[in-house]
Nanobody, 116 residues
Framework: QVQLVESGGGLVQAGGSLRLSCVASGITFGLYNMGWYRQAPGNQRELVAIITKDGSTNYADSVKGRFTISRDNAKRTVYLQMSSLKREDTAVYYC??????????WGQGTQVTVSS
């Protein structure tokens, strides 16, 4: 059974920072591309950042230069370091794992709220 457990969300003032973590189980972590997505009320879920199994990264234009995705294969964990947060970053952030055998998988989400 695949499990993705996010943590690190919360309430932060604009301009502040947060680090999200996602611990994976039930998959061969090193074979999976990992990503962070977010969904604000009334909006579709959108890609925030992705890191491939080989370590290549890609970011949404709206977060480039402010967010950093990284992974620690030994800890089966993917991180999202968020800096210079803006009110428009407020959303539920979801961890995603995509790879062989188990395909596409989602975590339960963690709320990030940025206040002005």
């Amino acid at each position: 059974q695949v499990q993705l457990v996010e943590s690190g969300g919360g309430l932060v003032q604009a301009g502040g920072s947060l680090r999200l973590s996602c611990v994976a189980s039930g998959i061969t972590f090193g074979l999976y591309n990992m990503g962070w997505y977010r969904q604000a009320p009334g909006n579709q879920r959108e890609l925030v950042a992705i890191i491939t199994k080989d370590g290549s990264t890609n970011y949404a234009d709206s977060v480039k230069g402010r967010f950093t995705i990284s992974r620690d294969n030994a800890k089966r964990t993917v991180y999202l370091q968020m800096s210079s947060l803006k009110r428009e970053d407020t959303a539920v952030y979801y961890c995603n794992a995509n790879g062989p055998i188990w395909g596409n998988n989602w975590g339960q989400g963690t709320q990030v709220t940025v206040s002005s």
